[in-house]
T-cell receptor, first 115, second 112 residues
Framework: DVKVTQSSRYLVKRTGEKVFLECVQD?????MFWYRQDPGLGLRLIYF???????EKGDIPEGYSVSREKKERFSLILESASTNQTSMYLC??????????????FGEGSRLTVL | QKEVEQDPGPLSVPEGAIVSLNCTYS??????FMWYRQYSRKGPELLMY????GNKEDGRFTAQVDKSSKYISLFIRDSQPSDSATYLC????????????FGKGTKLSVKP
């Protein structure tokens, strides 16, 4: 079974702090994604990566950056956390893009609260 | 108009009821649709996928696509309390490299 592991289930940070959210997948998937999920807004794509050291902006990249130094690991970075970044963050991976290869496998989420 | 629109509910039904969950889409490109199920405090997981028009069945679940009305539906027969979850429809986005775009999700509660 594909396993996507997010390092922290719950985090509480202060405004202005730098925040790292880590994600690891164990199925040698090419693509990795970071989403945030908010009530009433659904899942929104922040960034994705289709290869090591490659990244592409999603729909809401402002205030975030990402790092993919190894194929299995994709990190989301909040350089200076703000209260409007309080959210559930979901990491996902897929074998490819489009069709059945595009099936997303999600981690269990990291709930971030910024005070 | 958003690419994928979904009624957020919530939807509450008695055990054994037939449930209908619906989404509409605006862009006819990439006729590939997915339904994800998300239990509380968990990540979404793929429930079913379907291409183009027609029905696809998997046990108590049926996914249906109506291209003419740009409507996608998920039917759950003999609903169970264990079906209580948020259901998200998804479609390949026109504007990306095959990324999925999700509906906002419908929260379903099946009462015993």
């Amino acid at each position: 079974d594909v396993k996507v592991t997010q390092s922290s289930r719950y985090l509480v940070k202060r405004t202005g702090e730098k925040v790292f959210l880590e994600c690891v997948q164990d199925m040698d998937h090419e693509n990795m994604f970071w989403y945030r999920q908010d009530p009433g807004l659904g899942l929104r794509l922040i960034y994705f990566s289709y290869d090591v050291k490659m990244k592409e902006k999603g729909d809401i990249p402002e205030g975030y950056s990402v790092s993919r130094e190894k194929k299995e690991r994709f990190s989301l970075i909040l350089e200076s956390a703000s209260t409007n970044q309080t959210s559930m963050y979901l990491c996902a991976s897929s074998l490819g893009l489009g069709g059945t290869a595009g099936e997303l496998f999600f981690g269990e989420g990291s709930r971030l609260t910024v005070l | 108009q958003k690419e994928v629109e979904q009624d957020p509910g919530p939807l509450s039904v008695p055990e054994g009821a037939i449930v209908s969950l619906n989404c509409t889409y605006s862009n006819s490109a990439f006729q590939y649709f997915m339904w994800y199920r998300q239990y509380s405090r968990k990540g979404p997981e793929l429930l079913m996928y379907t291409y183009s028009s027609g029905n696809k069945e998997d046990g108590r679940f049926t996914a249906q696509v109506d291209k003419s009305s740009k409507y996608i539906s998920l039917f759950i027969r003999d609903s169970q309390p264990s079906d209580s979850a948020t259901y998200l429809c998804a479609k390949i986005s026109r504007g990306s490299q095959g990324n999925l775009i999700f509906g906002k999700g419908t929260k379903l509660s099946v009462k015993p």
